[in-house]
């Protein structure tokens, strides 16, 4: 038979070696891994939690900052007003929450958004996905920890006089050198992690209570010293400032996801996840709501300026009801803020051993304890990774990062739900959103907006987190995937 092949043409070259390579990659990058595969992978954690549980691992991990800390640094910026910031971003928080609702209660796995993705959308989302998850809990674990210092060194004020020097309490940019307080806190946290999901649920449980009581006692102490006058002008910087405000409070509202991280803990993942992540969030906009109106109703809204230790100040200075309730405040704080970091650093390492276990990041992160059944040597890389940046790094700058991170992690929750809406309408769900796709639309919309309220510098370092987050997963992620071995891999390029 006639070879018909131009002398051009080897005999065994390859047709089209660029494009072979090239559809090889974008292979990888789209391939989900399917639902069913997620949740038989579940089952190395140790189930030991309950509704109840779940409900104060989310009210733990989103009660205290926000109201205690970043109140202060909100108030300068709309107001009296701030209220309404605080309805703008509980109703952003709730239109995703009802997403998460929905996913946790369909994928009972440890990985939150970052798992919901996953199964969804295509892997390179579900890597962005989780790499925005580590912003917004590591470095808000490490926002966190800065709070805790300021109500130390109130209290210590309050009570022995003394406080402790600005070069050891503070970050460098603002006056101090390393942060001690902030690392404290988080070495705390981690030695009650690693004793075990159980133990350190319970002693979350308890300093839940202690803050929620915290509040109430702080808001009964400030509805006293109300003044009408304290509310006019009620928005002196216009609807701008609500949003603004509203967007570095959306900060306030990282947490209430954390139910969702503990999906392989959960005795009854379908049903518990749902409840508790909404009851938690109802719960802690409520408080949130009744706070600021007492704090901003007993203290003139442009002394907040530069105010540390927000409530403290505002029980010392503006209700005149002596240093007794100030310390009982700060006792208060100390213990809520210490909740959060304790919550918060419990679904970050939560987080990061789902995606170990994909093989996106080293396998270190996904190696459990026989003994206690939790990442042990998760939690002691992660916990100290935290404690050094939150030893040198202002509040400020880490709020805002954590905030818009956290904002694109909720937006693709809610375009999950309708993905999976559409494509897998057979699978059980425990949860259903309310009037889809008006609700996961109007939440993803409202994720935008946030987003959009938030300055540039935010929007260079949030550039420059993915940029990072994406040279890691093409270096490393997508070459280790576990998803490889049912992947077709393209012809090799000499």
């Given at each position: ?93 709730l239109f995703s929450a009802l997403s998460y ?389 393209a012809d090799p390029v000499e």
């Open positions: 038979m006639e070879d018909r092949r131009t002398p051009e043409t080897p005999r065994n070259a390859p047709t089209s070696p660029g494009r072979s390579a090239a559809a090889g990659v974008a292979s990888r990058l789209v391939r989900r891994k399917p639902v069913e595969q997620l949740t038989a992978e579940t089952g190395q954690l140790r189930r030991s939690l309950g509704l109840a549980q779940l409900t104060m691992i989310s009210i733990g991990a989103t009660l205290g900052t926000g109201i205690f800390v970043v109140l202060g640094e909100a108030v300068p910026k709309a107001g009296p007003a701030v209220v309404l910031s605080f309805v703008l971003a509980g109703l952003t928080a609702a929905e996913l946790a209660g369909m994928i009972p796995a440890s990985g939150s958004s970052y798992s919901y993705t996953y199964a969804t959308l295509d892997e390179l989302v579900a890597w962005v996905c989780g790499w925005c998850l580590i912003l917004e809990y590591g470095v808000s674990v490490a926002a966190v920890a800065v709070g805790w210092g300021q109500y130390l060194n109130e209290l210590l004020h309050l009570t022995v006089g003394v406080t402790i020097p600005q070069v050891f309490s503070q970050p460098p940019g603002e006056g101090g050198l390393i942060n001690i307080p902030a690392v404290v806190v988080v070495l705390l946290a981690m030695f009650l992690l690693l004793g075990g999901a159980r133990e350190s649920a319970r002693a979350n449980a308890v300093m839940v209570v202690i803050k929620v009581a915290t509040l109430l006692v702080f808001c009964a102490v400030a509805f006293t010293a109300v003044r009408d006058g304290n509310f006019t002008p009620f928005m002196p910087l216009g609807m701008a400032g609500v949003s603004a405000a509203g967007a570095t409070l959306f900060f306030s509202y990282i947490g209430f996801d954390a139910a969702s991280t503990a999906g392989e803990e959960a005795r009854d993942a379908r049903k518990d996840l749902p409840r508790a992540i909404v009851l938690s969030l109802l719960v802690v906009t409520a408080l949130y709501c009744l706070v600021a109106l007492a704090a901003v109703g007993a203290m003139p809204w442009s002394r907040f300026a530069d105010a540390e230790a927000v409530l403290s100040q505002v029980l010392t200075q503006a209700t005149g009801a002596g240093v007794l309730w100030s310390v009982l405040l700060s006792v208060g704080a100390l213990v809520a803020i210490s909740s959060v970091v304790l919550a918060v650093l419990y679904g970050q390492t939560r987080i990061l051993f789902s995606m170990s276990r994909d093989g996106l990041i080293p396998r270190v992160f996904s190696r459990v304890d026989e003994r206690t059944g939790t990442p042990r040597k998760n939690v002691v890389i992660v916990s100290l990774a935290v404690a050094v940046l939150s030893a040198a790094v202002p509040l400020g700058s880490l709020a805002d990062a954590t905030s818009i991170g956290t904002l694109f992690a909720f937006g693709l929750v809610n375009v999950a739900v309708l993905v999976l809406r559409r494509s897998r309408p057979e699978l059980p769900r425990g949860f259903r959103v309310p009037l889809s796709p008006v609700t996961p639309l109007l939440g993803a919309g409202f994720c935008l907006y946030m987003m959009a309220s938030l300055g540039a510098d935010t929007w260079l370092v949030f550039l420059g987190w993915m940029t990072a987050g994406l040279v890691l997963y093409f270096s490393y992620g997508m070459r280790r995937s576990r998803l490889n071995a049912s992947t077709p891999q």
